[in-house]
């Protein structure tokens, strides 16, 4: 199973959480960040897509479980961007991985 981070959490969920009530399951993680913290919702509404380290989801926290998710990979998506440069956010979401989250 792959788990969306930015769908779980816009959900209201944490995914350690949903790690840890199903270890093992997610071969997948979708890495996908948010600029804004809000009360759940459940509609797909997509204005709130955010480079991998420049939101508010926890990154770090979510790659030191991944073990305990069965983790084998780690997907990056920029389906969308605040000011319409998908390969900029890209570039944000590499660096942000390789020099604040995964060292």
Known sequence: ME???FWATKAGHNPVDIFKKYP???HLIHLKDMYKNEAPFFEVIKDDI???GAGVINFKEI????DIAGTKYMIVEQD???DGNIITDIQ??????TTKILV
């Open 92 to 97: 944000t979401s590499i660096t942000n991985l």
């Open 3 to 5: 788990l969306d981070t």
């Open 50 to 52: 955010a480079p991998v």
């Open 63 to 66: 790659i030191a479980n991944k």
């Open 80 to 82: 969308q961007s605040r």
């Open 24 to 26: 093992g399951r997610f």
